[in-house]
């Protein structure tokens, strides 16, 4: 025990204050000790990024913090603490003020809640994060070069490199954090400012949801001012990031995870809302019916197990008429295949009559010119051909817009196909698998009030339409 820096009664601005901390951050430069003890961590300063700073400053002098309440006082703490102050400011204007933040509009200059992985510096400048920025990095890495996806990494995170937490009242990452850091163009050294803007005027969504409703700008009109800070990421990085990210929304329709099976799947049919999980009553209800009660919406309560059952045993009553259709979409792959050849055929023929038509008028234009007919006949004949040549035209167009359904019908069909295929090997008893299989293809399940259900399916049923 080296020295005690108390400031008995005395909030955390004071020069008092200041007057131990100043003692205590010499003291800690001059190597007297290893080790500060603190009650917690909001004894070191009112204000949170400033206690943060005071345990930096320590840190840096080798000096390890240790607080009654929170425990050691590591990076990983730090981190939380950041970024839970960072999500309470972005949520409450009149805590930017009490950070003193300059919150007025200045292009260059950045204001609000620096991006993860960037520390702000005044005037509005982003600064790479000592521990954060590796993240970022790493999350870019993890998804663009090992190929996992957003929910792989947050788990990665959460148990391969402990607990950094992303979100207020959360201890862990979460996909939705890890995808808001991969859509982030901060990270490629722009400024982008102007993303979205505050209604005022809705004051009946502040009253049901306690803030402000924002309002997505178009991304055309976004301010950005390129090369504005230093970039964790390449711009090359950042757009192959953007690209995957669309290729895979594409290819999966919508987020699984660790969630409940039929989340984003099962909606309300009476009031449109997805219906929620509810875990103590291992059933799905309105979630409309649970944020206002029975004002709104009734509960549509079903089990998720009687759910689960219902919508197998559609899916293996479709498996066996798939099956039985087989032979069918094979039929009619055939056929889409013959009408298409016989299309081709026949466009190939036409543009061949096309092209003899235009040599024809070539050749009456020279005849014309040499004197060998005379206008009028030049004019009757060359209108003769040119209206015969419109007509081959539009035909030839309908052909092609012909082909090119076919040629849909055909790849359609394919691809149901394969869809019934995967199906039909996959074994539903485990779960994993089993939300795939639904996610990918049930549209949505429709839940009515007496417990009765609609599915609709994400592929058409090319049979339906081509039969
Ligand atoms: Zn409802």
């Known amino acids: 025990m080296v020295d005690v820096y108390a400031d008995e009664g005395i909030t955390g601005r004071s020069m008092a204050r200041r007057e131990s901390l100043k003692r205590l951050i010499h003291d800690a430069e001059k190597g007297l000790f290893d080790v500060v003890l603190i009650k917690a961590l909001s004894r070191l300063s009112r204000d949170t990024p400033d206690s943060i700073n005071i345990v930096r400053t320590l840190h840096s002098h080798k000096v390890e913090v240790f607080s009654s309440r929170e425990g050691m006082i590591d990076d990983e703490l730090i981190l939380s603490v950041i970024s839970a ?52 990095q790493l999350i870019f890495d993890l998804y663009l070069n090992i190929g996992m996806g957003v929910q792989a990494i947050a788990n990665h995170l959460n148990d391969e490199l402990g607990v950094l937490p992303s979100r207020k009242n959360s201890k862990k990452w979460h996909d939705s954090s890890i995808r808001l850091i991969l859509t982030n163009r901060h990270y490629t050294g722009d400024l982008v400012q102007g993303r979205s803007k505050v209604d005022s005027k809705d004051k009946k969504f502040l009253q049901d949801n ?7 700008i ?88 009687a759910l689960k059952q219902v919508v197998l045993s559609h ?48 050749q009456l234009t020279r005849k014309w010119t040499s004197g060998d007919i005379d206008t009028d006949m030049f004019n009757a004949c060359s209108v003769a051909v040119k209206n015969e ?33 995967k199906f039909a090997s996959l074994d539903v008893s485990n779960e994993e698998i089993l939300r795939d299989m639904i996610h990918k293809m049930i549209n949505c399940v429709d839940v009515h009030e007496d417990g009765s259900i609609e599915i609709s399916y994400n592929f058409q049923n090319p049979l339906k339409q081509e039969a």
């Not at 999966?252 to 984003?264: E, I, N, Q, V």
């Not at 009553?317 to 055929?345: F, H, P, Y």
Request: hydrophobic share 35%.
């Open 389 to 421: 040549r419109q007509a081959l035209e539009e035909r030839a167009a309908r052909l092609q817009t012909e082909i090119a359904h076919e040629h849909d019908t055909e790849s359609r069909v394919s691809a149901f196909k394969a869809e019934l295929m």
């Open 85 to 136: 102050v960072n999500q309470r400011q972005s949520e409450d204007t009149s805590y930017n003020i009490s950070w003193g933040i300059a919150v007025k509009s200045k292009e260059g200059i950045f204001h609000g809640t620096p991006p993860i992985g960037y520390d702000k510096v005044k005037p509005g400048k982003l600064v790479p994060s000592v521990v954060h920025a590796p993240t970022v």
């Open 315 to 362: 899916l293996k009553d479709l498996l066996e008429n798939s099956l039985n259709m087989k032979s069918l979409v094979d039929v009619t792959i055939q056929r889409a295949g013959i009408k298409k050849n016989n299309a081709v055929k026949e466009l190939e023929k036409l543009q061949r009559e096309i092209s003899k038509l235009d040599k024809e008028l070539v």
């Open 218 to 305: 178009d991304e055309s009109e976004w301010i950005v001012v390129p090369n504005h800070h230093e970039p964790l990421v390449t711009r090359e990085q950042f757009e192959a990031v953007q690209e995957k990210m669309k290729q895979k929304a594409a290819r999966m329709f919508r987020g699984r995870g660790r969630k409940s099976l039929f989340a984003r799947v099962a909606f309300c049919v009476d009031c449109g809302a997805g219906m929620n999980f509810r875990n103590d009553r291992k059933s799905y209800v309105c979630a409309t019916y649970q944020k206002n009660t029975s004002k709104k919406c009734s509960s549509h309560i079903i089990k998720h197990d």
């Open 210 to 216: 306690g803030y402000k409703k924002r309002h997505k």
